[in-house]
C-alpha cells in the first residue's frame, strides 16, 4: 500500500511541477503585458537616456527573455516576491502578516459551510422531494446566485448600523486595537491565550457576519454536493441489504451510507476551503477586513505589480496544493481507489 | 382554425416523420414541452427574456438618461417620481437600473461568444488528437484551471488596465477551460465512433471532421454549462465593478452602482440594494435555467 502511495506521489510531483511551471509563466507575463514602463516608473519621465539606460539594466530589462524567466522563477522559488511600492515592505514580509486575518476568517467560514451544510445535504437527500429538501434546493440557488459583497453591505446596513448585534467593519472596535499580543495572528485565540475575554467578545462580534457571509456561499456548494453524493449511495443495494438485515433507516444512514461518501466529501470540504480564498477577496474588501484579499484589492488599486502577482501565484500554489493533499487522501482512505 | 391547430400538433407530434426537417423540429418541439414543464425553469427564461426587452428597449422605459444629473434631489428616497430614489448626484436609480441591464447583458453575452469557441476549439482538438497535443493543451488548461476565477481576471485586469473592454477579456480568459475540458471528454468518447471513422475514410480533413462531426455533438452539454457559468460569469463582473475595475463611470454598471451607495448606506440603502437585488436576480435566472436546460438536453448528468 505504500508502495502505491509514493508511486501516486511521484507522478503528482512531475505534473505539478509542470503546472507550477505553467502557473509561474502566467504571472511572468502578467507583469510583462503592463502598458506603462516599469523603468518610467522609476526614473520619472524627466530623466535622461543615460540614467533610464541604468536603471533598465539594473531591472534585469536589458538580457534575453528566458534569461528574465530563469531569474524570476529563481526568485519567486527562494519567496523573494520584492518590495510593495504602497506599503514600503517586502511582499513576503506582508504576506506573513495579513494571511493569519483571512485563515481565521475562511476557518470560521468553513466550519459554518462544513456545520449547516453537511446536515442539510444528508436530510435533503433523505427526505426527497420533501420540504426540507426544497428549502435546501432555494437556500443552495440563491447561495450561488448572491454576490457576497452585496450581501456583506446589507448584513452590515441590518446587523449592524440599525439592529446593533455585531461589530462594524475591521477586526476589533478601536478601543481595543493594538492590546494584546500577537501569538497566532487569529485575534479570537490570541484574546483567549491573554485570557482577556472583553477582547475575544469584540473580536468574536466582528469575525461572526464576515464569516458568517463567507460561509455561506461554501455551505450552498457543500449541501448540494452532500445531497448529490447521499442520493447515489442510497440508491445502492447494499442498502437495501442493510435494511432488510432488520437495521433501522437512520443506522443505514449512519452507518453505511454516510461513512460512505465521507471521502468525497472530505475533497469538497477541501475545495471549499480553497474557493473562500476568492470570496475573501470582496468579503474583506467590504469588511475592511486586514486580510489577504484586502491586500491584492489595495495592492491592484495602487498598481503595483509585485503585490498583486505574489498574490496571485500565492493562490495558484494554494490550489495545487490542495489538489495534491486531496488525491493523496483520496487514495489513502479510499481502498477502491487501490 | 381549431382545425388548423389539431394538423400542425399533429404534424408536430406524427409518429412518422417525412422529412428531417419535420423530425428535427418535433425533437425541438418536445424538448421545449419538457422544458415549459418545469415552473422554475420558465421563470428563469421569462426573467432573463424580461431583462432582454428592457436592455432593447431600454431608451423608451427608463424615464430619464441614466447620466442626468440633478442635485438638488441627490439621495432622494423611493417615490411615485423616483421609483427606486436616486443616488448621490440625483441621477435616477431607475433609469441607470434599466440602461445597466443592457452592460451586464452585453458582458454575459461577450464572454459567451469568445469563452465558449475558444474552449469548444481547444478541447475537440485535445480529444480528437490525443498525443503530445493533448498532452500539451491541457497542462496549459491545468494551468488557468488551478486559479479561482475571480483572482486569475484580476491579474489580468491588474495587466491590462481597468475598463470593461480589459474586464470582458480577463472573464473570457478565465472562462474556456471547464469548457474545453468538457468538449474534450465528449470528443474522447466520440473519437472512435464508426461514423467518424466512416467520415474519416471518405476522406475528410481533420478540421472538417472536428467541426462538422465532433462539435455538433458536444454543444448541448456546452450549451447547458455555459448557461449555468453564466451566473458566476455576472457575479464575477459585478465584482470587478464593484472594485473599479470594471466599467468606469459613467458607465450605469450595476456593480459599480452598487458601490457607489457604500458611502450612503445608513441614510440611502436603495442606491447599494436595488442592483444587488437585480444581480442575484439574473444568475438566478440563469442558474434555474441551466438547470432546467441540463434535464432536456443532457439527461446523463445528474444532480
Same mark, same amino acid.
Given at each position: 500500500m505504500r508502495l502505491s502511495v509514493l508511486k501516486v506521489v511521484a507522478r503528482q510531483a512531475s505534473s505539478i511541477s509542470t503546472t507550477l511551471l505553467g502557473l509561474l509563466a502566467v504571472t511572468f507575463f502578467m507583469g510583462r503585458m503592463l502598458p506603462n514602463d516599469?523603468? @518610467?516608473?522609476?526614473?520619472?519621465?524627466?530623466?535622461?537616456?543615460?540614467?533610464?539606460?541604468?536603471?533598465? *539594466?539594473?531591472?534585469?530589462l536589458?538580457?534575453? #527573455?528566458?534569461?528574465?524567466?530563469?531569474?524570476?522563477?529563481?526568485?519567486?522559488?527562494?519567496?523573494? +516576491?520584492?518590495?510593495?511600492?504602497?506599503?514600503? *515592505?517586502?511582499?513576503?514580509?506582508?504576506?506573513?502578516?495579513?494571511?493569519?486575518?483571512?485563515?481565521? @476568517?475562511?476557518?470560521?467560514?468553513?466550519?459554518?459551510?462544513?456545520?449547516?451544510?453537511?446536515?442539510?445535504?444528508?436530510?435533503?437527500?433523505?427526505?426527497?422531494?420533501?420540504?426540507?429538501? *426544497?428549502?435546501?434546493?432555494?437556500?443552495?440557488?440563491?447561495?450561488?446566485?448572491?454576490?457576497?459583497?452585496?450581501?456583506?453591505?446589507?448584513?452590515?446596513?441590518?446587523?449592524?448600523?440599525?439592529?446593533?448585534?455585531?461589530?462594524?467593519?475591521?477586526?476589533?472596535?478601536?478601543?481595543?486595537?493594538?492590546?494584546?499580543?500577537? *501569538?497566532?495572528? +487569529?485575534?479570537?485565540?490570541? !484574546?483567549?491565550?491573554?485570557?482577556?475575554m472583553d477582547v475575544f467578545w469584540n473580536a468574536l462580534s466582528h469575525l461572526v457576519l464576515p464569516g458568517a457571509i463567507l460561509g455561506y456561499g461554501s455551505m450552498a456548494y457543500i449541501s448540494r454536493m452532500t445531497r448529490s453524493f447521499?442520493?447515489?449511495?442510497?440508491?445502492?443495494?447494499?442498502?437495501?441489504? &442493510?435494511?432488510?438485515?432488520?437495521?433501522?433507516?437512520?443506522?443505514v444512514i449512519r452507518r453505511h451510507a454516510f461513512r460512505n461518501i465521507l471521502v468525497q466529501l472530505v475533497t469538497v470540504i477541501a475545495l471549499a476551503? &480553497? +474557493?473562500?480564498?476568492?470570496? &475573501?477577496?470582496?468579503?474583506e474588501t467590504v469588511f475592511a477586513w486586514p486580510g489577504f484579499g484586502h491586500y491584492l484589492v489595495a495592492g491592484l488599486l495602487a498598481g503595483d505589480m509585485n503585490a498583486v502577482l505574489a498574490c496571485v501565484l500565492i493562490v495558484g500554489i494554494i490550489f495545487i496544493g490542495l489538489n495534491l493533499f486531496t488525491d493523496v487522501l483520496y487514495r489513502l482512505l479510499d481502498p477502491r481507489t487501490r | 382554425m381549431s382545425a388548423q391547430n389539431t394538423s400542425l400538433r399533429g404534424w408536430l407530434t406524427a409518429d412518422v416523420t417525412t422529412s428531417p426537417w419535420q423530425a428535427r423540429i418535433q425533437r425541438t418541439y418536445f424538448g421545449w414541452r419538457r422544458l415549459s414543464s418545469n415552473h422554475l425553469t420558465m421563470f428563469g427564461l421569462a426573467v432573463l427574456l424580461f431583462l432582454v426587452i428592457i436592455a432593447l428597449l431600454a431608451p423608451q422605459i427608463a424615464p430619464q438618461g441614466y447620466d442626468e444629473q440633478s442635485l438638488p434631489e441627490r439621495l432622494a428616497a423611493p417615490s411615485a417620481a423616483h421609483w427606486f430614489g436616486t443616488d448621490d448626484l440625483g441621477r435616477d436609480v431607475l433609469a441607470r437600473m434599466v440602461y445597466g441591464t443592457r452592460v451586464t447583458l452585453m458582458i454575459a453575452c461577450l464572454v459567451a461568444v469568445i469563452a465558449a469557441p475558444l474552449g469548444l476549439l481547444i478541447g475537440t482538438a485535445?480529444?480528437?488528437?490525443?498525443?503530445?497535443?493533448?498532452?500539451?493543451?491541457?497542462?496549459?488548461?491545468?494551468?488557468?484551471?488551478?486559479?479561482?476565477?475571480?483572482?486569475?481576471?484580476?491579474?489580468?485586469?491588474?495587466?491590462?488596465?481597468?475598463?470593461?473592454?480589459?474586464?470582458?477579456?480577463?472573464?473570457?480568459?478565465?472562462?474556456?477551460?471547464?469548457?474545453?475540458?468538457?468538449?474534450?471528454?465528449?470528443?474522447?468518447? #466520440?473519437?472512435?465512433?464508426?461514423?467518424?471513422?466512416?467520415?474519416r475514410i471518405q476522406g475528410a480533413s481533420a478540421l472538417r471532421i472536428i467541426l462538422r462531426h465532433v462539435m455538433p455533438m458536444c454543444l448541448p452539454s456546452v450549451v447547458v454549462r455555459i448557461t449555468l457559468n453564466m451566473a458566476g460569469i455576472i457575479i464575477t463582473a459585478a465584482g470587478l465593478g464593484f472594485l473599479g475595475?470594471? !466599467?468606469?463611470?459613467?458607465?450605469?454598471?450595476?456593480?459599480?452602482?452598487?458601490?457607489?451607495?457604500?458611502?450612503?448606506?445608513?441614510? !440611502?440603502?436603495?442606491?447599494?440594494?436595488?442592483?444587488?437585488?437585480?444581480?442575484?436576480?439574473?444568475?438566478?435566472a440563469f442558474n434555474l435555467l441551466g438547470d432546467g436546460l441540463r434535464d432536456v438536453l443532457d439527461p446523463r448528468s445528474d444532480s
Open positions: 516599469p523603468v @518610467l516608473a522609476i526614473v520619472g519621465d524627466l530623466a535622461d537616456q543615460s540614467t533610464y539606460d541604468m536603471v533598465h *539594466h539594473q531591472l534585469g536589458d538580457k534575453p #527573455l528566458y534569461v528574465q524567466f530563469y531569474l524570476y522563477i529563481r526568485s519567486m522559488l527562494s519567496g523573494d +516576491f520584492g518590495n510593495a511600492l504602497f506599503t514600503g *515592505h517586502r511582499v513576503a514580509d506582508d504576506l506573513m502578516k495579513v494571511f493569519p486575518a483571512t485563515a481565521e @476568517l475562511a476557518t470560521f467560514a468553513i466550519i459554518i459551510g462544513v456545520g449547516i451544510g453537511v446536515p442539510l445535504g444528508v436530510l435533503a437527500a433523505v427526505y426527497r422531494g420533501s420540504i426540507i429538501d *426544497h428549502v435546501a434546493r432555494v437556500v443552495g440557488l440563491l447561495g450561488y446566485s448572491s454576490p457576497a459583497f452585496w450581501l456583506g453591505l446589507m448584513g452590515l446596513i441590518l446587523f449592524y448600523a440599525t439592529l446593533g448585534w455585531v461589530g462594524g467593519p475591521g477586526r476589533l472596535d478601536v478601543a481595543f486595537m493594538d492590546s494584546i499580543e500577537t *501569538h497566532t495572528g +487569529f485575534m479570537t485565540i490570541d !484574546a483567549l491565550w491573554e485570557g482577556d447521499m442520493l447515489e449511495q442510497m440508491a445502492q443495494e447494499y442498502i437495501v441489504a &442493510a435494511r432488510v438485515k432488520g437495521l433501522s433507516r437512520w443506522a476551503y &480553497a +474557493f473562500l480564498l476568492e470570496g &475573501a477577496v470582496l468579503t | 485535445s480529444g480528437y488528437f490525443g498525443g503530445w497535443v493533448d498532452t500539451v493543451l491541457m497542462r496549459i488548461n491545468d494551468v488557468f484551471l488551478s486559479f479561482p476565477g475571480l483572482i486569475l481576471a484580476l491579474g489580468f485586469v491588474a495587466a491590462l488596465g481597468p475598463g470593461i473592454r480589459n474586464a470582458v477579456i480577463a472573464i473570457a480568459l478565465t472562462a474556456w477551460p471547464p469548457i474545453a475540458r468538457l468538449a474534450r471528454a465528449e470528443t474522447l468518447t #466520440l473519437r472512435n465512433a464508426d461514423y467518424i471513422a466512416a467520415v475595475l470594471g !466599467a468606469q463611470p459613467p458607465m450605469p454598471e450595476w456593480g459599480s452602482m452598487l458601490s457607489s451607495g457604500r458611502a450612503h448606506l445608513s441614510g !440611502a440603502w436603495w442606491i447599494s440594494a436595488v442592483p444587488g437585488i437585480a444581480i442575484v436576480l439574473t444568475s438566478l
